[in-house]
């Protein structure tokens, strides 16, 4: 799989704070190879209700959010620390996994391979993987995949 230069461009606006979140799809060229595409972006000031209603499950793939996090935290009493990082997603919602068909079980295993393609291309280290559901994809499981590795006290209402 390839990475198409709108995904390039998007991650751009994402690491200059003017996106909020990008939802990334194959564009299936062949039987054996893909290109990743930028399906929709998220600007800032779009909220995660906005990126949720972008996910149905009237896909024939499965897609991955590439979502910037916000939030701050304390690294001494006191002292309050603005912070972001950027968290990929694989986006493989429950009924996209309960249709049948050989042709779409071939499709939904190369989701892994496209998030990983994400993750080499743009360096990112916080990744969820095989999200299925809407409660998986709730802020406050993505404040814990990104926070992961802080070592500053995260103060919960300030995750945008």
Same mark, same amino acid.
């Given at each position: 799989s390839t990475v198409d230069t709108s995904v390039t461009e998007a991650y751009a606006l994402l690491k200059k704070g003017e996106a909020k979140w990008v939802i990334v799809k194959p564009s299936v060229q062949s039987s054996d190879t893909a290109q990743l595409v930028v399906d929709t972006v998220g600007l800032q000031g779009s909220t995660h209700a906005d990126l949720l209603a972008k996910l149905d499950c009237n896909l024939e793939e499965s897609r991955t959010i590439v979502y910037r996090v916000e939030y701050s935290a304390t690294p001494s009493p006191g002292v309050v620390s603005e912070r972001e990082k950027i968290v990929l997603i694989n986006w493989v919602p429950q009924c996209l996994i309960n249709k049948a068909g050989i042709e779409f079980s071939?499709?939904?295993?190369?989701?892994?391979?496209?998030? %990983?393609? /994400?993750?080499?291309?743009? %360096?990112?280290?916080? /990744?969820?993987?095989?999200?299925?559901?809407?409660?998986? /994809?709730? /802020?406050?499981k993505i404040i814990e995949k990104a926070g992961r590795f802080e070592r500053d006290p995260i103060i919960p209402e300030s995750v945008h």
């Open positions: 071939r499709r939904k295993m190369f989701a892994p391979t496209f998030m %990983g393609k /994400l993750k080499r291309t743009f %360096g990112v280290e916080h /990744l969820m993987d095989g999200v299925s559901n809407y409660d998986e /994809l709730n /802020l406050t």
